[in-house]
């Protein structure tokens, strides 16, 4: 089928999102649900975001490979991303890997998460596939990325973080010549190589490819034969290509979505508690870096019909108030004080307690005279009377899970055992 010469490449595309893994350095956050289903930013969850770039960049076919512990991203892509119509040619896919090629095979890298279904992107009629992953915060517009890749002639097409030349030891970066394309793929290199003309910047790799789809195809049934391969774009299909294809690299400042509140490409890999808790409370800023109010280009998600939030009492030390705060629907805060803190949906703070550079995930309910400082509170936690986090480092580390940057991850089974070993 012959594209019409004035189509978005976007409707001739397809979203593959990588949503399988744990993110077990989000530690107890992730003991119930995969890190794509990690709540973000007071309403919505983490993988919305490729979702919703994805979406906005005019692509209207999906799939979502889950794995581990899937029925929490599952069950909010059922209520959230439902919209997708059939008869007008839109497709949101859930594929859990659910043993469709063997018996004894799950989906055993990012490369074979594609490869076993390879049979429903066939039946899509696609011409071009992005592969992203589906636990980063970012927007980013991916027509932009679909133009350089066909006018380029690229075999694959890697999205690219431009990052001081130093820091890129924690990413596989790129090599690339003038013409950006990539000469080599160096996973944590001690010693970077420079962009050309930029000697104190790298090219980090993002986790999203763009490729023509019946070379993609062709590539993953070879690496499926291949005893060798971990099948996994990282390790084995990208280097593969840059040894022996063409592949460019795409920097994120081209094609990265920004209101004019932005001042520069924000990126977050929120993969550690202390990742998660800051880019939550850097929402709370004057002017965030992520601006999560653009009506352009909107963060679609699952949305409670839930009432308005709710502020009571006005007296001397029990004042119900938020200040440089983001607090959420069905949130009632009582005769407390929450100061640069995120509060998520049905959220309750009850009379004389504090909140400072607290994030609450849904449904916490935070007892009187609780003082809470640099915390993350998992979703429906109850937080005791008289609670005090945040003020010493060994209380806290002896009941709760405190980062060595000292911010306190608390949980429902945390406050649990505290309260049986206090009796």
């Not at 983001?326 to 640069?340: A, K, Q, T, Y």
């Amino acid at each position: 089928m012959q594209p019409k010469p004035n189509a978005r490449l976007s409707s001739q595309a397809m979203a593959f999102v990588l949503a399988g893994g744990r993110g077990s350095r989000l530690k107890e956050l992730t003991d119930f649900r995969a890190k794509p289903a990690v709540y973000f930013g007071g309403k919505t969850r983490i993988i919305d975001f490729a979702l919703s770039n994805a979406l906005n960049s005019g692509i209207r076919k999906m799939a979502i490979a889950t794995q581990y512990k899937a029925h929490s991203l599952i069950r909010h892509m059922q209520r959230g991303w439902g919209f997708f119509r059939a008869e007008r040619n839109e497709y949101l896919d859930i594929l859990p890997a659910s043993q469709r090629v063997s018996e004894s095979k799950w989906y055993l890298g990012t490369a074979d998460a594609v490869t076993q279904n390879i049979d429903i992107v066939d039946s899509y009629g696609i011409k071009y596939v992005v592969i992203l992953a589906g636990d980063h915060i970012y927007k980013m517009d991916y027509e932009i990325m679909l133009q350089q890749h066909v006018s380029s002639g690229a075999d694959v097409t890697i999205g690219c973080l431009t990052v001081p030349r130093m820091e890129a030891v924690a990413f596989g970066v790129m090599g690339v010549d003038k013409d950006m394309r990539i000469t080599d793929f160096l996973e944590k290199p001690k010693d970077p190589p420079a962009i050309p003309g930029d000697p104190d910047h790298a090219l980090a790799s993002m986790g999203i490819y763009v490729f023509d789809w019946a070379f993609l195809r062709d590539l993953l049934i070879k690496d499926a034969e291949d005893p060798n391969s971990s099948h996994d774009f990282g390790n084995d299909i990208i280097p593969q290509i840059v040894a022996g294809g063409k592949a460019i690299a795409h920097k994120f400042a081209d094609s990265c979505v920004k209101s004019g509140l932005e001042t520069e490409p924000y990126w977050r890999d929120v993969g550690t508690v202390d990742a998660f808790w800051q880019a939550n409370i850097d929402l709370t800023d004057f002017v965030p870096k992520l601006d999560i109010y653009d009506q352009s280009w909107p963060i679609w998600t699952y949305s409670e019909i839930v009432p308005p939030a709710k502020f009571i009492h006005d007296q001397e030390g029990r004042r119900g108030m938020a200040v440089s705060s983001l607090v959420s629907g069905d949130c009632i805060v009582s005769g407390s004080e929450v100061r640069n803190s995120l509060l998520f949906t049905g959220c309750r703070t009850h009379s004389f307690s504090s909140l400072e550079y607290v994030v609450a995930l849904p449904s916490v309910v935070v007892n009187r005279k609780a003082e809470l400082t640099n915390c993350v509170i998992d979703r429906g936690v109850v937080i005791p009377e008289g609670l005090v986090v945040g003020q010493d480092p060994e209380v806290d580390a002896k009941w709760f899970r405190r980062t060595e940057s000292g911010i306190v991850l608390i949980t429902q089974d945390m406050v649990n055992a505290r309260e049986r070993a206090l009796g």
